[in-house]
């Protein structure tokens, strides 16, 4: 029996490592170099917080779609050049980072000057292709109902 939930929300969840209120750290386990990668990319990032949801159940479609990453993908530019099937909302740098370094800086804990400079190397289209290069990514077929 499937416990997910399939109403999606337009919110980020409390929690949620792309809300700036979040506290610094609390990734889930991930460090922030793939989040900035997943969320450069055309990756299906579904909620934490989704009921059902566990590292086992990430690439189940079934499961609600990140606000969180919806809205920081907006904030920083990349939604227009996501896919239909990945959730799209509108720009909130209130509640969510306005963008990579912002949110490196938070959960990192080191000056966004440096987060900055780092990332001239170490850059967003770097970290996505290393996302995408990872043997547990796979391209999932999405169909629309």
């Not at 997910?4 to 792309?18: L, V």
């Not at 991930?30 to 949801?53: D, E, I, M």
């Not at 509108?90 to 780092?118: G, K, L, Q, W």
Request: glycine share 6%; charged share 20%.
């Amino acid at each position: 029996m499937s416990t997910t939930c399939t109403t999606q929300h337009t919110a980020p969840c409390k929690g949620c490592p792309f809300r700036r209120d979040t506290p610094a750290g609390e990734l889930g386990g991930s460090p922030t170099t793939t989040y900035v990668g997943q969320a450069h990319g055309p990756f299906w990032l579904p909620c934490h917080n989704s009921k059902g949801y566990s590292g086992d159940t990430r690439f189940d479609t079934a499961h609600r779609q990140c606000a969180g990453a919806a809205i920081f993908r907006a904030n920083n530019g990349r939604a227009d050049m996501m896919p239909a099937a990945l959730l799209h909302l509108p720009t909130d740098t209130a509640a969510v980072f306005s963008d990579y370094a912002d949110f490196v800086s938070h959960h990192e804990n080191i000056p966004v000057e440096f987060v900055r400079t780092m990332m001239e190397t170490l850059s967003p289209d770097l970290l996505m292709r290393q996302e995408f290069n990872k043997q547990s990514a796979r391209q999932l077929q999405v169909t629309k109902e």
